[in-house]
């Protein structure tokens, strides 16, 4: 194998990613300078929160792009591709070029000590800047990471801050309160800048707060777009591709008008409706944002993969996502024409427990991959839970769970997917999430084993 390589790049990505995170600026500041500041030549929009941000970076990257404007997107966790998280106009960074960035980044590395070394997300946050400078791009939609006041993707000086949504996450990280965490994720807020916010309550008062103290205009998405249909619980919808119908109020002109999208999920709406707002204030003409949110695609969001049987993969990794997302479980599995199978994995510092609670009795079939993650809650454990959980009506591996039995697979994570197939069989269902990084493992054909 070539050193300098894609894949020798992709190794040695994957050997730092090991090592974990260290929330702060020092480092990628010092990285940053040694590269002649590319964060500075690119204007940057910067997308955080809880739940919601990657879908509403896709979104607003895929508005500018289609208003001509050449469109930097950065997006993490990855999962089909590394290559995914640093993309121009919709595209995914060459492998060549890959290579290449990482090595003239990664050669910077010798200015640091070994033990304050620049981290995996740091690294490949570099890249992207880098990158989308050489590029010349106009724009970059940057996904925060983790929080935002030390986030990697903070070291830029964004025109623009969203701030999607915010419950408990990353709590040893980011505080154990709804205050702190918000207090975290809002520093991306920067003087002059306006933040739009599609929090709620006590989070949006504190965001609202920040805002007004650093003289940042605050933006409250809820005042601008409301959802004006509701479907049914109970059946799936006709046609799968047929997303959520809302209103919406440009607030620049202040004219309104009425969306349909073609990405599937209620939830969406408020994601769509901020990168809305977000173009209006960039000044992309509304007849440009219509066209291009009504038919932008958000990969791993609620997406169907094959059929027969219907292969659906979300990448809800926590709790508030998993409210979410089951509305959209109760119109897709509560009415079953065949065998209905989830492939579950999670995060031991999820709430996984939680998660699986809401989710479980809408399935027949419970695949549990061994997933090669140190962070990764023990399959067997799972299992486990799901069995005590249960009204104790057991019989081998199989348990009742509300009105149905469930049996329940535990299985090589190279064979979750087969193993779900064969439990659905042709005219049944499956749904794949709890992790992003469960999605990366069972999906990407690049198996590097990366948490980050």
Request: charged content about 20%; overall charge positive; some cysteine.
């Amino acid at each position: 194998m070539n050193s300098n390589s894609y894949s020798g790049a992709c190794e040695k990505l994957s050997q730092i990613s090991m090592f974990g995170s260290k929330p702060g600026l020092q480092r990628i500041s010092k990285l940053l300078s040694l590269l002649g500041s590319p964060q500075e030549k690119t204007k940057c929009v910067l997308v955080g929160g809880t739940n919601g941000k990657g879908s509403t970076a896709i979104f607003l990257s895929s508005i500018i792009s289609a208003s001509g404007k050449k469109c930097a997107l950065f997006l993490s966790p990855h999962i089909f591709s590394i290559r995914e998280r640093i993309q121009v106009n919709g595209q995914n960074i060459s492998e060549e070029k890959f290579a290449k960035l990482f090595f003239e980044v990664y050669s910077k590395c010798a200015e640091f000590e070994k033990e304050d070394a620049p981290t995996f997300f740091e690294l490949i946050t570099a890249m992207a800047f880098l990158h989308f400078a050489k590029e010349g791009c106009d724009f970059a939609v940057m996904e925060v990471g983790m929080g935002g006041r030390l986030d990697a993707t903070n070291a830029c000086e964004p025109i623009l801050s969203i701030i999607t949504s915010i419950s408990l996450e990353h709590t040893a990280h980011l505080g154990n309160s709804i205050k702190k965490i918000a207090f975290e994720k809002a520093g991306a807020i920067r003087p002059g800048a306006p933040v739009i916010c599609g929090a709620k309550g006590e989070a949006k008062e504190e965001i609202k707060k920040l805002a007004n103290a650093r003289g940042a205009k605050f933006i409250d998405a809820h005042d601008y777009f409301s959802p004006i249909q509701k479907n049914t619980e109970k059946g799936a919808r006709k046609n799968f591709g047929e997303g959520a119908k809302f209103s919406l109020t440009f607030p620049q002109a202040g004219s309104s008008c009425i969306l349909r999208l073609s990405t599937q999920g209620d939830f969406q709406v408020q994601n769509a409706a901020m990168a809305a707002i977000a173009a209006d204030i960039l000044q992309i003409p509304q007849a440009e944002i219509l066209n291009a949110i009504t038919s932008a695609k958000i990969p791993a969001r609620w997406q169907q993969l094959s059929n027969p049987p219907k292969t659906i993969i979300d990448c809800a990794h926590n709790l508030g996502a998993f409210g979410q997302i089951l509305p959209e479980i109760k119109k897709e599995f509560c009415a079953p024409q065949g065998a209905r199978a989830l492939i579950f994995g999670a995060m031991k510092d999820k709430e996984w427990k939680k998660e699986l609670e809401i989710i479980l009795p809408y399935f027949d079939f419970i695949i549990l991959p061994r997933l090669p993650f140190r962070r990764a809650a023990d399959a067997g454990e799972i299992k486990n839970f799901i069995i005590a959980k249960s009204n104790k009506k057991t019989r081998a591996q199989n348990i009742c769970w509300a009105d149905g039995k469930i049996k329940i697979i535990v299985c090589d994570a190279n064979e979750a997917l087969s193993s779900a197939k064969k439990s659905a069989g042709a005219k049944g269902k499956i749904l794949c999430i709890g992790s992003i990084y469960l999605l990366q493992h069972i999906l990407s054909e690049e198996k590097l084993g990366i948490i980050g």
